[in-house]
């Protein structure tokens, strides 16, 4: 079964930083033979869930979405199950949850649509003041 976890969420002042932390379980050495992508997306109140950033496991290929160019970095750890997201410079309007989520079957960075994604995390919580 995979399992996804996230942690690092918390509040910050704007202009501040944060780091998320993804770890992905479940997945074996064949699965990662395969490709697996890892990716992010946040939700604010009221508004849709938005695809922020992914990663391919496979080549270290990453794919980021207009909003957070520039300002967010997307990694991997040393265990490639392991994935972290940089947070600069961050806005009010970057307040949200933060999810994490996995696929698998693509050795290459993939659309930051929900669809996909088959795998999910239960999210964190970034808050950020003005």
């Known amino acids: 079964e995979v399992q996804i976890v996230e942690s690092g969420g918390g509040s910050v002042q704007a202009g501040g930083s944060l780091r998320l932390s993804c770890v992905v379980s479940?997945?074996?050495?064949?699965?990662?033979?395969?490709?697996?992508?890892i990716g992010w997306f946040r939700q604010a109140p009221g508004k849709e869930r938005e695809g922020i950033s992914c990663?391919?496991?496979?080549?270290?290929?990453?794919n980021y979405a207009d909003s957070v160019k520039g300002r967010f970095t997307i990694s991997s750890g040393n265990a490639k199950n392991t994935v972290y997201l940089q947070m600069n410079s961050l806005e009010p309007e970057d307040t949200a949850v933060y999810y994490c989520?996995?696929?698998?079957?693509?050795?290459?960075?993939?659309?930051?649509?929900?669809?996909?994604?088959?795998?999910w995390g239960q999210g964190t919580q970034v808050t950020v003041s003005s």
């Open positions: 479940g997945f074996t050495e064949r699965d990662y033979g395969f490709g697996i992508v």
């Open positions: 990663i391919s496991t496979y080549d270290k290929s990453t």
């Open positions: 989520a996995a696929t698998y079957g693509t050795q290459q960075v993939v659309e930051l649509s929900e669809l996909e994604f088959d795998y």
